[in-house]
């Protein structure tokens, strides 16, 4: 079980940005995926995260409105479609998978983690 994030930049302050996660040795339509991040000096927080029972789609308010997740089963692969961005954004970001129906924005329920991909947004 693996998975790759990508798709991390230096983008200005009201850019955007897709991030995406492909999984290989499992299919990811069978497992909660979920996006963290980690800013240098804080923890690992949830950012949005997709169930695989029926596609919903869960955000925390900091990122609500703009940022999307998304799921392409012929791909293997969930992406998050960021918009807007702003310098608070910056952080590691990582997908994880849950092999449960239901996802959550709390790190501790994943059980694989891809490597990270670093998103840096500033003038």
């Known amino acids: 079980v693996q998975l790759q994030a990508s798709g991390g930049g230096l983008v200005q302050p009201g850019g955007s940005l897709r991030l995406s996660c492909a999984a290989s040795?499992?299919?990811?339509?069978?497992?909660?995926i979920g996006w963290f991040r980690q800013a240098p000096g804080k923890e690992r927080e949830g950012v949005s995260c997709?169930?695989?029972?029926?596609?919903?789609?869960y955000y925390a308010d900091s990122v609500k409105g703009r940022f999307t997740i998304s799921r392409d089963n012929a791909k293997n692969t969930v992406y998050l479609q960021m918009n807007s961005l702003k310098p608070e954004d910056t952080a590691v970001y990582f997908c994880?998978?849950?092999?449960?129906?239901?996802?959550?924005?709390?790190?501790?329920?994943?059980?694989?983690w891809g490597q990270g991909t670093l998103v840096t947004v500033s003038s």
């Open positions: 040795g499992f299919i990811l339509n069978d497992y909660a």
């Open positions: 994880a998978a849950d092999p449960d129906y239901y996802c959550f924005l709390t790190p501790f329920e994943y059980d694989y």
């Open positions: 997709i169930s695989s029972s029926d596609g919903s789609t």
